[in-house]
């Protein structure tokens, strides 16, 4: 699988409708497109712990707890910020919609610049062929001081790789997180084995 560099990339984005494209709007500056990636900005819409609520998260069992009561969504006003502490860890969002075509997936990579200030940037997994929406971030701060975290910024990047050959059903209706317009809450208690495998006891 090898990594697509940037004519491919910007040859993707110029593809028709009916060719299909890779789409990633708004492209605010050229420079957001590099050499082998793109580079993505926060969004405003963060969902955040409460941690006052519950002392321990039972995602399955007798009495699963769902990820709401533990976790709120918020959204911050552009010129706003989040303060990251140590240890934290806030789910963001890409501010640009992506469009995966059939033929690549893409990984998503903290900036080294933030890297080198303690700033962990993630998606757990990677961004399949047939996505569409925002990109759900996980951000955790593994440094000794808070950190101030804007919208708008340019938070991370995405390295495209080709699939080949395409694939033949892309991410689709079938899928957890199908056309996000923020973060996601955790869906893990949907995972069709939790009946399996969870205690049935305390």
């Not at 990633?24 to 926060?42: E, M, Y």
């Not at 519950?54 to 006003?77: D, K, L, N, T, Y």
Request: hydrophobic residues 40%; glycine residues 8%; charged residues 20%.
């Amino acid at each position: 699988m090898s990594t697509v560099s940037q004519v491919a990339i910007e040859e993707y984005l110029k593809r028709g409708i009916d060719a299909d494209p890779l789409v990633v709007t708004p492209i605010l500056a050229p420079k957001q497109i590099g050499k082998v990636s793109i580079d993505v900005r926060l969004g405003n819409q963060f969902i955040v712990f409460r941690t006052h609520r519950f002392g321990i998260f039972e995602p399955a069992g007798i009495s699963p707890i769902e990820p709401q009561q533990i976790q709120e969504r918020q959204v911050i006003p552009f010129g706003g910020h989040v303060v990251l502490h140590p240890g934290m860890l806030v789910l963001g969002c890409t501010f640009e919609y992506v469009s995966m075509p059939s033929d690549l997936e893409c990984q998503v990579e903290g900036r080294s610049s933030w890297a080198r200030l303690g700033l962990q940037v993630a998606t757990a997994s990677a961004v399949e062929p047939g996505f569409k929406g925002v990109i759900t971030l996980e951000l955790s701060n593994v440094a000794t001081v808070p950190l101030t975290l804007m919208p708008g910024i340019r938070i991370a990047q995405l390295v495209f790789r080709k699939a080949e050959p395409p694939v033949k059903e892309p991410y689709g209706e079938s899928r957890k997180y199908r056309c996000p317009i923020g973060p996601e809450f955790s869906r893990l208690h949907e995972d069709y084995d939790w009946k399996v495998f969870a205690s049935e006891t305390k």
